[in-house]
């Protein structure tokens, strides 16, 4: 396993392809704050956040299922979203996130590894360049 550099995985970033017109992108708190941030760069729409925890800091499961940290404070029915997560392994947190949000118009999600509509990589664990 190599670490990826900031630039090879920007590049995934500037040139994964949409086939879909977004009104927001909520990011999963607080891994996906940094790749909805990123995207935000190219797509140029609101961001808003969703306080979803399941993991600690080392990947390993806190609570038996992902639980809601903070109300949910923004307008999403009807809207058409891209959820955002930086890392998808079961995909609880993805799933429990489109439960919570399911009077939006549309739901895709996008991880930067693992299994999700739009996925930058999808393999083995890696480190994120923009972690300390």
């Known amino acids: 396993m190599y670490d990826k550099t900031f630039e090879e995985v920007r590049e995934r970033f500037r040139t994964i392809p949409f086939n879909e017109e977004f009104d927001m992108i909520v990011a999963i708190a607080n891994g996906g704050i940094i790749p909805a941030a990123i995207l935000n760069q190219r797509l140029d729409i609101e961001i808003q ?32 979203i891209l959820l955002v997560e930086d890392r998808v ?44």
């Open 49 to 80: 956040l969703l306080k979803i925890n399941l993991r600690d800091i080392n990947q390993k499961p806190k609570y038996d299922s992902p639980q809601l940290m903070a109300p949910i404070d923004f307008d999403y029915k009807g809207k058409s």
């Open 89 to 132: 392994k079961t995909g609880a947190s993805l799933s429990y996130a489109c439960q919570l949000l399911a009077e939006a118009k549309l739901i895709r999600t996008f991880a930067v590894n693992g299994k999700a509509d739009y996925a930058l990589y999808d393999e083995d664990c890696f480190k994120f360049p923009w972690l300390l």
